[in-house]
């Protein structure tokens, strides 16, 4: 695909140079990372306009999917696309088209992704085998249901003879007095599950990473190198730690004896970290050996107190992270954790076939009373679009996909940094499926993801952040939206200032460079 070429702005447009770019974008797939108060919604109205009214080709409001985060927000949409109309007939009454746009926004496909896919249910419920006349079940009606069904499950495994696995699992997961850890750890595993568009390939993928029959060395292990980042962020914290204790050491009235004690710890921890580089047995025996020395004495009265204590502390809470990483995972051989493994396969199994069982009698519990709930809608709604699931994991988009994919001109995503697995699978199986030729328009700020315990996966919106190109040359387009229209300069340059010290690729999976700021 050639670069995509902005064409002209009209005289006296007041749009930005990159909004005008995310207004008039076409023919791929577009990503538009706009930080808070840089006029998005006022973008998406333009764009959504333009594409009803163009001269060249206009559309219906009813060929496009309006996806926001909350009904509130598809309402706000609805709103202004209808005053944009208004205004539309009025500067040209006559124009039959803007007044059938009018008369079919109500009927548009502006909406929650939920209430989506609750329409495509409702089409569809035949296919699927689903009552149409189901109803949404609310967050205690759903908690009280789900109650009822972990306490019979568990009543019926206590009650069975020589169920030896679960008992096991009992002992393992809970204290003597109760067993609600276990029934907490079996829901968390059941939603995380639901956030996937196979919750059973998942389920399995918990099992098979306890498969180390043919793993000799701890660092094969699948889940390693989250261990192995999470001790380097901690080693390094220590490490600035000990550089700020030295600097400490530089000040007039700063303890300058201790100077070598710094020099030495700095020596000590960048040992540890080059170990964890090379790996976890590397570090496992440099854990074995490390110390600090011993503080040098720091006496009379021409050393200021308050800056040797504040030395000492820094030197203390370093050393204290470094024991705790000890302490917590390199007082056992490697070798150790691989039997361990070994140990809780069968303990894994058993907790997932708990799981299984336990979506499966939520789900026939709900279908028995006509509910359903978030989840449901969405895996509902995956199904009636799937036609088939490759090997490989690929949906391969079904007849009704195929004729949503036909019907709508643009797929448009408010909020895109917080879909989850299944919701993108959902847009990608209605919307094209090239995305260098694409009709996926994703809006979003990573930065303001905060949803993640909701199981929203950022990590999608990041990974076409990272892939489209500003000029859309072979990939989609990303566009940055980084100028802000609603706070004064003072608010932006002290939140600038701020998050520039803490936040980067390693801990906000996100360089906060000048296109972030």
Not at 53 to 78: C, G, K, Q, Y
Not at 201 to 227: C, G, N, R, T, W
Not at 250 to 258: E, F
Not at 278 to 287: D, N
Request: proline fraction near 3%.
């Amino acid at each position: 695909m050639n670069s995509f070429i902005v064409p002209p702005k009209p005289e006296g447009a007041t749009w930005t140079e990159d909004q005008w770019k995310a207004i008039m974008g076409k023919n791929k797939d577009i990503l538009v990372a706009a930080a808070a108060g840089s006029g998005k919604t006022a973008v998406l109205v333009e764009r959504i306009i333009q594409k009803i009214l163009s001269e060249e080709n206009p559309i219906d409001v009813d060929e496009l999917l309006v996806v926001t985060f909350t009904n509130a927000s598809a309402a706000e949409m609805r709103h202004r696309i209808g005053e944009a109309l208004e205004k539309a007939i009025n500067k040209d009454p006559g124009s039959r088209h803007s007044r059938k746009q009018l008369s079919l926004l109500n009927k548009a496909s502006i909406s929650t992704l939920h209430s989506f896919c609750m329409e495509v249910i409702r089409k569809y419920y035949y296919l699927i085998d689903v009552d149409p006349g189901f109803r949404i079940a609310d967050e205690t009606e759903a908690q009280l249901i789900q109650d009822e069904v972990m306490d019979e499950l568990f009543e019926e495994e206590y009650g069975k003879k020589d169920n030896e696995p679960f008992f096991r699992l009992v002992d393992s997961f809970t204290s003597d007095r109760s067993d609600s850890a276990l029934m907490e750890i079996v829901r968390d595993i059941y939603g995380f599950a639901r956030s996937n568009p196979l919750p059973s390939h998942y389920l399995q993928s918990m099992i098979d990473m306890y498969d180390v029959s043919e793993i000799s060395k701890l660092e094969e292990l699948p889940f390693i190198q989250a261990l192995v980042f999470e001790i380097e962020l901690q080693l390094d914290g220590a490490k600035e730690m000990i550089e700020r204790g030295l600097e400490v050491t530089k000040l007039p009235g700063g303890p300058a004896p201790r100077a070598e004690n710094f020099i030495d710890d700095l020596n000590v921890i960048n040992t540890l970290i080059q170990a964890n580089r090379e790996s976890w047995t590397s570090l496992y025996h440099a854990m074995q050996t490390w110390s600090f020395t011993r503080a040098k004495q720091v006496k009379g009265d021409h050393f200021d107190r308050e800056l040797t204590e504040k030395a000492q502390k820094l030197r203390d809470k370093a050393k204290k992270k470094i024991q705790d990483i000890n302490d917590e995972l390199f007082l056992r051989k490697p070798e150790g954790f691989l039997r361990d493994m070994e140990e809780m396969r069968p303990l894994i199994e058993t907790l997932v076939q708990l799981v299984a069982v336990f979506s499966e009698r939520f789900e026939k519990a709900k279908r028995e009373k006509g509910l359903v709930d978030y989840a449901d809608l969405e895996h509902y709604c995956l199904e009636i679009l799937t036609g088939e699931i490759t090997s490989a994991g690929e949906f391969i988009p079904s007849e009704a996909a195929l004729a949503y994919r036909q019907h709508f001109n643009e797929v448009f995503v408010d909020e895109y940094q917080d879909v989850n697995m299944v919701q993108e699978t959902i847009l990608k199986l209605v919307a094209k499926e090239d995305e260098t030729n694409g009709n996926l328009f994703m809006v979003g700020d990573v930065k303001q993801s905060i949803y993640r315990f909701r199981l929203a996966e950022p990590n999608l919106f990041l990974g076409k952040y990272n892939r489209f190109r500003q000029d859309g040359n072979g990939t989609g387009l990303r566009i940055d939206l980084a100028r802000n229209f609603r706070s004064r300069k003072e608010v932006l340059e002290g939140t600038n200032y701020l998050f520039k010290q803490i936040m980067g690729v390693k801990v906000g999976e996100i360089e906060y460079d000048e296109a972030a700021e």
